[in-house]
């Protein structure tokens, strides 16, 4: 489903992608691993084109998006859940989900399909709160939500875990399970929480210094070799 070839990125005097290579499969969940500042929130930037390569080439459903805007890319099928989560404080658990189907045709964006209340129950109890008002694992299953409601071919998550309580860690390991068994959408599921990532990765890629320093599928992952790139 996305394919990314030499990647290299900088800022300004300092290399932070180098020669990056990553696949990512349709119904697979792919692994991204690596310590604090390795380049890993970088280099999704840079797929999701919120960041310029400086060259390399990325392609996505057969097309080559490695200059197209971050909308174009959204409107391919590919779409982000940002560190940080970026849910709009202001705005409420409904307009924030709209905003996720900002890249859809006008006719398909008018409705949020029930699936979305299925798989994060708490959000439909919740649509009139802000945003900004949710704790961080309600923040959390938002911003994914949000991703959800724009049909995906493509989901990119980026650190899902992060400060969140265990109870809430299960349910968002429980959805991203059903969506990678439904086998329809891809998963690049970006992650420090070696347990977490174990649990639903079938590849995994380790950076280190903005480099592939190991990559191989999920029965490799428990080796020296790749944990030793990931305890602090
Ligand atoms: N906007 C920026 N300008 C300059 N340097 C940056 C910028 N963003 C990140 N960096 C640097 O680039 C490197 C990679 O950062 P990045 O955020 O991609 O790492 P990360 O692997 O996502 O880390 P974390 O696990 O803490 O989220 C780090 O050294 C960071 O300090
Ligand atoms: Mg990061």
Redesign the pocket.
Known sequence: MLTARGLNQY??G?H?LRSVDLDVEKGRCTALM??????????L?CLMGVLPIASGSVEFAGHDIARLSPHRRAALGMTYVP?GREIFARLTVEENIFMGMACLPARQARRVSGEIYELFPVLRDMLRRRGGDLSGGQQQQLAIARALVANPRLIIL??PTEGIQPSIIKDIERVIRLLRDRGDIAILL?E?YFDFARALADRFVV?SR?EVVASGGAEQMDDDSVRRHLAV
């Open positions: 800022y300004g300092s932070t690596g310590r604090n500042g390795v380049g890993k929130t970088t280099l930037r560190q980026d650190e970006c420090q950076l903005g």
